[in-house]
């Protein structure tokens, strides 16, 4: 079946770092990819998605990549900072009958200043 | 533009006891989708309504019901309360129908936590 695979966390940076939070999906067909962030105490929120191969998701600072032939989706940002501590969490949905999205385990970062 | 609601905040209930969880999904939006998240398991869906209709299920026994009313609100009952059934239920709604196809997003509320002693 379908799968998503985070990186294990937690990811401990200093501010202004660079960061990259590993996703690989296994999946039939083309996925629409999703990553979602959960601020501490809050329910979900969308950063950003790619719904096709070679697609760029950007928001807020933040990019991935929809990379077909290596099944990937990396999250990346230049510069973080504090209030980006949070888990974050991949995701992908198949646009046929069941649109239900699948997660990964969630990855939690923690930027210190 | 009201994001999608959720209540209770905080529902505790004892073994066996019944819990009911509900959901208002944005103006506009008629999917409501719903998802668990339990520590240790991360999240994972439990069902899907659309136009007042289960469209989906996710792997979790009957117990876990749910309806779609016609203002597109939903409501998540849980029977027979087990204690493993703690955890953090989140509703996110979506566009319908031909909407759905050219502009996938869920949106999620910010979830009831259910604690079963």
């Known amino acids: 079946g379908d799968s998503v695979t985070q990186m294990e966390g937690p990811v401990t940076l200093s501010e202004e770092a660079f960061l990259t939070i590993n996703c690989t999906y296994t999946?039939?067909?083309?996925?629409?990819l999703f990553w979602y962030v959960q601020y501490p105490g809050e329910g979900l929120q969308l950063l950003l998605k790619a719904t096709k191969a070679d697609d760029k998701g950007s928001n807020k600072g933040f990019e991935a990549t929809y990379r077909k032939e290596t099944t990937s989706f990396h999250l990346e940002k230049g510069s973080v900072q504090v209030s980006d501590s949070a888990v974050y969490f991949c995701a992908l949905a198949r646009m046929d009958s069941s649109y239900k999205l699948i997660f990964g385990s969630g990855t939690r970062l923690l930027v210190r200043p | 533009e009201a994001g999608v609601t959720q209540s209770p905040t905080h529902l505790i209930k004892t073994r066996g006891q019944q819990a009911t969880l509900r959901c208002s999904p944005i103006?506009?939006?008629?999917?409501v989708y719903w998802y668990q998240q339990a520590l240790g398991l991360g999240l994972q869906f439990l069902l899907w309504?659309?136009?007042?209709?289960?469209?989906n299920r996710g792997n979790f026994p009957p117990r876990f019901s749910g309806r779609q009313f016609p203002n597109y609100s939903s409501e998540l009952n849980v029977n027979a309360l087990e204690l493993e059934d703690s955890a953090l239920y989140l509703c996110a709604s979506s566009f319908g129908g031909l909407a759905r196809i050219s502009s996938y997003e869920q949106y999620f509320g910010p979830g009831t936590r259910l604690t079963v002693t």
């Open positions: 103006s506009g939006h008629t999917s």
């Open positions: 999946a039939t067909g083309y996925p629409s």
């Open positions: 309504y659309d136009e007042g209709e289960e469209r």
